[in-house]
């Protein structure tokens, strides 16, 4: 059974650029979730993705958006960087959007400067 | 607002002893609360999952409880290892929203030889 796998495991940008990060879901699951983690703090709910479609979404700008592909992977997408987004950026699939625990990848850890 | 409060904010035991941390919440409605383990680095991992219903969950030397009318939720550490210090967040799902997930800052744990 392979895990949740994120890429890149690092990135620095440019504030004002764009940057894409994957993941891929654990086998079998059909349900991507994507989190921000700011140093010190909880994850924030970014979006979920079930079967291709947004499954509900948090408090973020529209220039976070997001993919889910027909192999259930995903992308992140951020347009316009901020200083304030650098941050570790997590990925969780699940069975289902229910009571199926998340099965999160290890990271992108993203420094905008 | 929906909240998730967790204390204490950080905390040392000896290896060997037992722990016990706290998980305080706003969420509502409640739908089911969720304890996971981040190891510094690593992505976190689910230690239990509890609905309105059950009021303990065990695995292995974590016990997690839940009281839904004072909406409080305690993980208890059975004889620490050193592996067991990371930090622990708790997560509370509102009923009809499994998708979007309220996270604690976490708790620090150091277990010390």
């Known amino acids: 059974e392979t895990g949740v796998t994120q890429s890149p495991t690092h990135l620095i940008k440019t504030r004002g650029q764009q940057v894409t990060l994957r993941c891929s879901s654990q086998?079998?699951?059909?349900?991507v979730s994507w989190y921000q983690q700011a140093l010190g703090q909880g994850p924030q709910f970014i979006f979920q993705?079930?079967?291709?479609?947004?499954?509900g979404r948090g408090n973020f700008p529209p220039r976070f958006s997001g993919l889910q592909f027909p192999n259930y992977s995903s992308e992140l997408n951020v347009n316009a960087l901020e200083l304030d987004d650098s941050a570790l950026y997590l990925c969780?699939?699940?069975?289902?959007?229910?009571?199926?625990?998340?099965?999160f990848g290890n990271g992108t850890r993203l420094t905008v400067t | 607002k929906n909240q998730v409060e967790q204390s204490p904010q950080s905390l040392i035991i000896l290896e060997g002893k037992n722990c016990t941390l706290q998980?305080?919440?706003?969420?509502?409605?409640?739908?089911?609360l969720r304890w996971y383990k981040q190891d510094t680095g690593r992505g976190p991992v689910s230690l239990t999952i509890?609905?309105?219903?059950?009021n303990t969950k065990s695995n292995g030397r974590y016990t997690a409880t839940l009281d839904a009318d004072t909406k409080q939720s305690s993980l208890h550490i059975t004889a620490s290892q050193l592996s067991d210090s990371a930090s622990y967040i708790c997560?509370?799902?509102?009923?009809?929203?499994?998708?979007?997930?309220?996270f604690g800052k976490g708790i620090t744990l150091s277990v010390r030889p």
């Open positions: 969780a699939s699940s069975l289902d959007t229910g009571l199926s625990p998340l099965h």
């Open positions: 086998s079998g699951h059909n349900t």
């Open positions: 993705y079930y079967r291709e479609e947004e499954n």
């Open positions: 998980c305080n919440y706003t969420v509502s409605p409640f739908s089911n």
């Open positions: 509890m609905t309105f219903s059950e």
């Open positions: 997560v509370v799902s509102k009923t009809g929203a499994n998708s979007k997930l309220t």
